[in-house]
């Protein structure tokens, strides 16, 4: 599956931002993931196939919401009250194999282009 992120930006903290994933074929869990400069990459929230279930990175949760559109083949990442530690590269991603649900993030091997995200504060 080939995976397409856009959505980035530049955004005042406390402001919103919407990262949006098109998948070229058919997907099951998906996930994103952010690097920071310097920083190792980590996951932040993943979502099962049928979107009922989903994992958030303790410091996004109540912030970030994660979502799908399996008819239009599109994950999304609504970002609101963000902080400058929010900045990073933000990747989307899929497992390996066909897993409907995994926050683990040894299980993602195909990975998106990164789409930019900076909080000034």
């Known amino acids: 599956v080939q995976l397409q992120a856009s959505g980035g930006g530049l955004v005042q903290a406390g402001g919103s931002l919407r990262l949006s994933c098109r998948a070229s074929?058919?997907?099951?869990?998906l996930g994103w993931f952010r690097q920071a400069p310097g920083k190792e990459r980590e996951l932040v929230a993943t979502?099962?196939?049928?979107?009922?279930?989903?994992y958030y990175k303790d410091s996004v949760k109540d912030r970030f919401t994660i979502s799908r559109d399996n008819a239009d083949n599109t994950m999304y990442l609504q970002m609101n009250s963000l902080k400058p530690e929010d900045t990073a590269v933000y990747y989307c991603?899929?497992?390996?194999?066909?897993?409907?649900?995994?926050?683990?993030?040894?299980?993602?091997?195909?990975w998106g282009q990164g789409t930019l995200v900076t909080v000034s504060s």
């Open positions: 991603a899929a497992p390996s194999d066909k897993k409907l649900f995994t926050n683990e993030p040894r299980d993602f091997g195909s």
């Open positions: 074929g058919r997907t099951y869990a």
């Open positions: 979502i099962s196939y049928s979107g009922r279930t989903t």
